[in-house]
């Protein structure tokens, strides 16, 4: 995965995090506490948000590092898929009530964790 790639990545999850988390906050938020989601719709936005924060920090990174490219873009595509399944499948589990969405969270939770570990290997080589 590119420097570029992960920048535009990071700034389209950035503006989607704002718009997914103030809709929850505002626009849907009588729902989420009827359902008893309200937290879990936050953890979601929340563990979104931090790993955006980290993919445009790797991005950087990329620019500066040209030859940690190939490795930071295996952290990135590990955040990235990790994202997707757990806030993914907690927004799901929010907006469906179906519970079983919410067997899909560790699974993002592992690739998250992956790509922590995948970037402490990669600096502890510096």
């Known amino acids: 995965m590119s420097a570029r790639l992960i920048l535009q990545l990071a700034a389209l999850l950035g503006a989607l995090t704002v718009a997914i988390g103030a809709f929850g906050a505002h626009g849907l938020r009588p729902m989420l506490e009827a359902s008893g989601r309200f937290d879990t719709f936050e953890t979601a936005v929340r563990y979104q948000f931090y790993h955006t924060l980290a993919l445009l920090a790797v991005g950087v990174l990329a620019i500066a590092r040209p030859e940690l490219r190939g490795p930071l873009g295996t952290t990135a595509a590990l955040w990235l898929g990790g994202i997707v399944f757990f ?40």
């Not at 929010?94 to 969405?101: A, E, L, R, V, Y």
């Not at 919410?102 to 964790?113: C, R």
Request: aromatic share 10%.
């Open 87 to 126: 806030s993914g499948s907690l927004y799901a589990l929010c907006f469906s009530g179906i519970t079983k969405f919410g067997a899909v969270a560790p699974i993002g939770g592992l690739l998250l964790i992956a790509g922590w570990v995948r970037l402490l290997l990669l600096v502890s080589k510096l």
